[in-house]
């Protein structure tokens, strides 16, 4: 079964600052793709960005990018310009490319945006 | 466009009573999605419907949860009796597809609580 990893149970940003989340797997799966959703206090999960393992390219979604590497299994999300709306928890998922493409999350990591 | 809409929002039981929650999923969406978020934790998939036919059911615990999803539309997950360790947020969520970078979008979410 697939494993992820995110090591930090909570991380604290000043506003405008950027902050790097981090994200691990471990998986032999040849074909895979990575999630990062976000989850306020309301509880709703937000998708935020995607990064399939054969894209050429880290992904980007606004202030949001994805520091892809793929031979150390990290998929670390890095928002630029934090701001107080961004305080929430963070997902990340792991998605095989077969089978029922099912997700897997991890713990998550609560970030705080300090003013 | 629509999001994903569930109901009730919270839920108050005791112990060995039976609950019922509904999942209407975005116009469209043939795959839908039920998890359970432990305080804590990120979502654990519980089963996944691919229009009306069950896709992955392999963490559900069948002895007390069932779910279904006629005409393959909206659904329905139920558990019967529920204990204390079911007290968690029951996530719907739903796809047009199950691969690539096609995201899942989330419901608000059932918070159960078992006393």
């Known amino acids: 079964a697939q494993k992820i990893t995110q090591t930090q149970p909570g991380m604290f940003v000043q506003e405008k600052e950027a902050v790097t989340l981090d994200c691990t797997y471990d998986?032999?799966?040849?074909?895979?793709?990575l999630f990062w959703y976000k989850q306020p206090s309301s509880g709703e999960m937000i998708f935020l960005i995607y990064q399939g393992s054969y894209d050429q390219q880290n992904a980007t979604e606004g202030r949001y990018s994805l520091n892809f590497q793929k031979a150390r299994k990290s998929a670390n999300l890095v928002i630029s310009a934090s701001q107080l709306g961004d305080s929430a928890m963070y997902f990340c998922?792991?998605?095989?490319?077969?089978?029922?493409?099912?997700?897997?999350f991890g713990k998550g990591t609560k970030l705080s945006v300090i003013p | 466009e629509a999001g994903v809409a569930q109901s009730p929002r919270y839920k108050i039981i005791e112990k060995r009573q039976s609950v019922a929650f509904w999942c209407n999923p975005i116009?469209?969406?043939?795959?839908l999605y039920w998890y359970q978020q432990i305080l804590g934790q990120g979502p654990k998939l519980l089963i996944q419907f691919q229009n009306n036919g069950v896709v992955d059911d392999s963490q559900l615990p069948k002895d007390r949860f069932s779910a279904e999803r006629l005409k393959g539309v909206d659904s329905t997950l139920k558990i019967q009796p529920a204990k204390l360790e079911d007290s968690a947020v029951y996530l719907c969520a739903s796809s047009f597809r199950t691969s690539g970078r096609y995201e899942q979008f989330f419901g608000p979410g059932t918070r159960l609580t078992v006393l």
């Open positions: 998922a792991f998605r095989s490319g077969a089978g029922s493409y099912q997700l897997t």
């Open positions: 116009s469209g969406h043939a795959t």
């Open positions: 998986t032999s799966d040849p074909s895979y793709g």
